[in-house]
C-alpha cells in the first residue's frame, strides 16, 4: 500500500512541475503574443503616417508641375512674340 501511496505522490508531483513549466510557456508566449501585436500597431501608425506623407507630397509635386507647365507656356508666347 505504502508503494502505492508514493507512486501516487510521484504522479501528482510530475502533474504539478508539468503544469508549472506549462503556465511559464504559457506566460512567455502570451508576452511575445502582445510584444507581436504592439509591434503591428506601432508598424500600423508607421504606414499610415507614411502614406499621409506620401499624399501630400503628390499633391505638393503636382501643383509644382502645373505651375511648370504653366511657366513653360508662358516663355513659349513670350518667345513668339519675340519672334
Known amino acids: 500500500m505504502n508503494e502505492k501511496v508514493q507512486e501516487l505522490e510521484r504522479l501528482v508531483e510530475g502533474i504539478v512541475t508539468s503544469y508549472v513549466?506549462?503556465?511559464k510557456e504559457n506566460e512567455k508566449l502570451w508576452n511575445e503574443l502582445n510584444q507581436a501585436i504592439e509591434k503591428i500597431s506601432?508598424?500600423?501608425?508607421?504606414?499610415?503616417?507614411?502614406?499621409?506623407?506620401?499624399?501630400?507630397?503628390e499633391?505638393?509635386?503636382?501643383?509644382?508641375?502645373?505651375?511648370?507647365?504653366?511657366l513653360m507656356r508662358i516663355l513659349e508666347v513670350s518667345e513668339h512674340e519675340e519672334g
Open 21 to 23: 513549466e506549462l503556465k
Open 42 to 57: 506601432q508598424l500600423e501608425r508607421e504606414k499610415s503616417h507614411l502614406e499621409n506623407l506620401l499624399r501630400n507630397n
Open 59 to 70: 499633391e505638393i509635386i503636382n501643383k509644382l508641375v502645373v505651375r511648370v507647365k504653366d
